[in-house]
């Protein structure tokens, strides 16, 4: 199936976008977890799977679209403590909703509904799910107050699959 080059072109710069996210998350987990800030660890942890399977997609899309897919992975971001790490992250999230709500105008005004509603899947997830999440961290360490926000968290992390 052929479709705009335009489309494809704007799907590899998503892609790079979703990668970028991906390792972001990664590296955020993994400092977590040596944190012993467990539930942070496994939150952000599943936000990287969910990124991957962004990524994935969009891989998919692009392929059977005709493209090639460009693995070049985004910016990143690391914090280096954790309202830093939160903070970047949700920048990230904001970042990724206006290039998403992009894409889905880049979508409509070349007809390409099936991509348009892929993304739109997506931006629900990142507005719903991630983006609220992370408003949500930040304001209980408003709230609580960093030492007692750490304490909340802090637990084992589920390093399911991992070797110690």
């Known amino acids: 199936m052929k479709s705009s080059q335009k489309v494809i ?3 590899n710069f998503l892609l790079a ?5 991906r390792d972001q ?10 944190w012993e800030l467990g539930k942070l660890h496994d939150r952000i942890y599943h936000e990287m799977e969910d990124e ?13 679209l005709g493209g090639t897919p460009n693995m070049q992975v985004g910016e990143i971001n690391i914090g280096a403590d954790v309202p830093a790490m939160l903070k970047s992250d949700l ?8 290039h ?15 991509t348009r509603d ?4 997506q931006l629900e997830d990142t507005e719903q799910d991630h ?7 930040l304001r209980l360490i408003e709230l609580m107050g960093l030492q007692n926000y750490l304490q909340s968290q802090s637990a084992e992390p589920n390093m399911v699959g991992a070797t110690h």
């Open 52 to 64: 991957t399977l962004h990524a994935r997609l969009i891989i998919n899309r692009i392929i059977m």
């Open 118 to 121: 892929m993304l739109v899947r």
């Open 131 to 137: 983006a609220h999440w992370l408003e949500k961290q």
């Open 9 to 11: 072109d704007y799907l």
């Open 17 to 21: 976008g979703e990668l970028g996210a």
């Open 100 to 114: 998403l709500k992009e894409g889905i105008a880049i979508c409509e005004a070349e007809r390409d509904y099936v």
């Open 25 to 34: 998350y990664f590296i955020h987990s993994q400092m977590y977890a040596e």
């Open 91 to 98: 920048e990230l999230e904001y970042t990724v909703q206006e």
